[in-house]
């Protein structure tokens, strides 16, 4: 049998990939590009994924070492997954190993091989069914359950109860030992029964989604650009539910994980779709069955962070990046790359379309607008009648101030709180002046852990650092 060698890519900071030979009695046709191996690597076993399949190597036998273990039978990473960890990894300049390693899983990095679990789905029996609604009178909580499952078509998962204020597992319990509701096992989630009815888009919404609807299939970047409560997450759900209707898959980007339950609820209310989440404020398991889930197609919806912009689908249909102007789409340690320009990358790869919603968009998006390589798609109005917040600008140069507020300043607070209503001041500086400096011999107050200056706060008589918190004496 020839020899052949295995190209590998280790999750390491150097530039390039390493040859060894495969496992003892195993065929060229054993390994194919995206499998993860497991090296020996120095002194440390490494996790690797294979990039090529050469029959020549520059190393001599003494330098080969072979493979420890080949982890996947399957390739975890698809040739577009690839391809698209090459592009970043050329574009970012970093080393192709560790991109690949940021492209998967916290537990797929560390060797681990985990399936994806199954979930159990709750559904009425034959008896649950046939039982009247006066008999569930003393039991209000199983009453409540047994409408929701009553409603569903089809099984759910638990995650269905999640807006439920109580705790659902004992009425549930009671519900399974009398007989009236059935488990069952899938592999796939349960759909999620749609609680709120669509609503009818403005024209300029609807202008916006037959804009992307009458689009050729095929890579498209749109910007949805539109003023707060537009209304641009209805442009989304109308055009998700087309996506879902045609059997593709959505990936939904957001900045923060705090906006993330809010609009997950509102997905669940609106769409039935097999939904999952990701991002950093969910345990190593929860995000590794997400991640397979839209991997193998078991998911509808991803609605993720920065990092979700990584896992694969396995039938793209829409990419939605919300806030695209936000900076935390940046990954700024390790790692450096911007989520939105490898979601852009990623579409392009797929021959999908891409929105990015903002209602102020980034200067980049803007020039590529100018440049004909973004479609602008403007929601001037906000929705349901509410109106633009009353925007005033005062000049004080020619004002009395008292303690630097304006006579019409103190007026409007006034009687904001004669209306028992609150009020929001921001200030433009926090402390009484932003350095201090010594005009004899010119030293300067800086922070001898970060190099920062530091802030001057006269009620306290103290120097403090902003960035990193340190503390100090005004020096006399």
């Given at each position: 049998?020839?020899?052949?060698?295995?190209?590998?890519?280790?999750?390491?900071?150097?530039?390039?990939?390493?040859?060894?030979?495969?496992?003892?009695?195993?065929?060229?046709?054993?390994?194919?590009?995206?499998?993860?191996?497991?090296?020996?690597?120095?002194?440390?076993?490494?996790?690797?994924?294979?990039?090529?399949?050469?029959?020549?190597?520059?190393?001599?036998?003494?330098?080969?070492?072979?493979?420890?273990?080949?982890?996947?039978?399957?390739?975890?990473?698809?040739?577009?997954?690839?391809?698209?960890?090459?592009?970043?990894?050329?574009?970012?300049?970093?080393?192709?190993?560790?991109?690949?390693?940021?492209?998967?899983?916290?537990?797929?990095?560390?060797?681990?091989?985990?399936?994806?679990?199954?979930?159990?789905?709750?559904?009425?029996?034959?008896?649950?069914?046939?039982?009247?609604?006066?008999?569930?009178?003393?039991?209000?909580?199983?009453?409540?359950?047994?409408?929701?499952?009553?409603?569903?078509?089809?099984?759910?998962?638990?995650?269905?109860?999640?807006?439920?204020?109580?705790?659902?597992?004992?009425?549930?319990?009671?519900?399974?030992?009398?007989?009236?509701?059935?488990?069952?096992?899938?592999?796939?989630?349960?759909?999620?029964?749609?609680?709120?009815?669509?609503?009818?888009?403005?024209?300029?919404?609807?202008?916006?989604?037959?804009?992307?609807?009458?689009?050729?299939?095929?890579?498209?970047?749109f910007l949805l650009d539109?003023?707060?409560?537009?209304?641009?997450?209805?442009?989304?759900?109308?055009?998700?539910?087309?996506?879902?209707?045609?059997?593709?898959?959505?990936?939904?980007?957001?900045?923060?994980?705090?906006?993330?339950?809010?609009?997950?609820?509102?997905?669940?209310?609106?769409?039935?779709?097999?939904?999952?989440?990701?991002?950093?404020?969910?345990?190593?398991?929860?995000?590794?069955?997400?991640?397979?889930?839209?991997?193998?197609?078991?998911?509808?919806?991803?609605?993720?962070?920065?990092?979700?912009?990584?896992?694969?689908?396995?039938?793209?249909?829409?990419?939605?990046?919300?806030?695209e102007h936000d900076t935390?789409?940046?990954?700024?340690?390790?790692?450096?790359?911007?989520?939105?320009?490898?979601?852009?990358?990623?579409?392009?790869?797929?021959?999908?379309?891409?929105?990015?919603?903002?209602?102020?968009?980034?200067?980049?998006?803007?020039?590529?607008?100018?440049?004909?390589?973004?479609?602008?798609?403007?929601?001037?109005?906000?929705?349901?009648?509410?109106?633009?917040?009353?925007?005033?600008?005062?000049?004080?140069?020619?004002?009395?101030?008292?303690?630097?507020?304006?006579k019409s300043l103190l007026?409007?607070?006034?009687?904001?709180?004669?209306?028992?209503?609150?009020?929001?001041?921001?200030?433009?500086?926090?402390?009484?002046?932003?350095?201090?400096?010594?005009?004899?011999?010119?030293?300067?107050?800086?922070?001898?852990?970060?190099?920062?200056?530091?802030?001057?706060?006269?009620?306290?008589?103290?120097?403090?650092?902003?960035?990193?918190?340190?503390?100090?004496?005004?020096?006399?």
């Amino acid at each position: 049998m020839p020899e052949f060698y295995l190209n590998i890519a280790v999750d390491t900071p150097l530039n390039r990939l390493f040859d060894y030979r495969p496992v003892k009695q195993s065929a060229r046709s054993d390994y194919r590009l995206g499998q993860r191996v497991l090296v020996s690597f120095g002194r440390s076993q490494k996790m690797g994924v294979i990039l090529g399949v050469s029959s020549t190597t520059l190393l001599n036998s003494k330098q080969l070492k072979s493979i420890t273990q080949l982890l996947d039978a399957v390739p975890v990473l698809s040739v577009q997954d690839i391809k698209l960890a090459k592009w970043a990894a050329d574009y970012y300049h970093h080393p192709i190993g560790e991109v690949l390693a940021q492209t998967l899983p916290k537990q797929l990095r560390s060797g681990q091989s985990p399936s994806i679990k199954r979930v159990p789905l709750y559904s009425l029996s034959e008896v649950g069914l046939a039982i009247e609604e006066r008999q569930l009178k003393r039991s209000p909580r199983q009453s409540t359950l047994w409408h929701q499952l009553k409603q569903s078509s089809k099984p759910v998962a638990s995650d269905a109860f999640s807006s439920l204020e109580w705790d659902w597992r004992s009425p549930l319990n009671s519900m399974i030992e009398k007989g009236w509701v059935t488990i069952s096992q899938e592999d796939a989630q349960a759909i999620s029964q749609p609680t709120t009815p669509s609503f009818a888009p403005n024209l300029a919404q609807q202008a916006a989604i037959d804009s992307v609807s009458n689009t050729p299939q095929g890579f498209q970047v749109f910007l949805l650009d539109g003023v707060t409560g537009s209304g641009k997450t209805e442009v989304y759900l109308q055009l998700i539910q087309q996506v879902l209707e045609a059997g593709k898959q959505v990936l939904i980007l957001l900045p923060e994980i705090t906006l993330t339950p809010q609009l997950a609820q509102r997905f669940r209310q609106r769409l039935a779709a097999q939904m999952v989440i990701s991002h950093s404020g969910l345990n190593d398991t929860q995000r590794t069955q997400a991640w397979l889930r839209l991997k193998e197609g078991l998911a509808n919806i991803l609605l993720g962070t920065r990092s979700a912009v990584f896992t694969p689908m396995s039938r793209p249909g829409m990419i939605i990046l919300d806030e695209e102007h936000d900076t935390s789409f940046k990954q700024q340690e390790g790692f450096r790359y911007s989520a939105r320009d490898v979601a852009i990358m990623r579409a392009r790869d797929y021959h999908i379309p891409i929105i990015l919603g903002t209602a102020t968009p980034s200067f980049e998006s803007l020039y590529n607008v100018q440049q004909n390589r973004f479609t602008h798609l403007v929601l001037p109005e906000r929705t349901a009648g509410a109106t633009h917040p009353d925007i005033r600008l005062l000049d004080c140069r020619n004002q009395k101030l008292d303690n630097h507020l304006s006579k019409s300043l103190l007026k409007a607070i006034t009687k904001t709180l004669q209306r028992n209503e609150q009020v929001i001041l921001f200030v433009n500086r926090r402390g009484f002046a932003p350095v201090l400096m010594c005009h004899s011999c010119g030293w300067l107050g800086q922070c001898r852990r970060c190099d920062s200056r530091l802030v001057i706060h006269k009620k306290s008589n103290l120097l403090k650092c902003h960035h990193c918190g340190v503390e100090h004496t005004v020096p006399n």
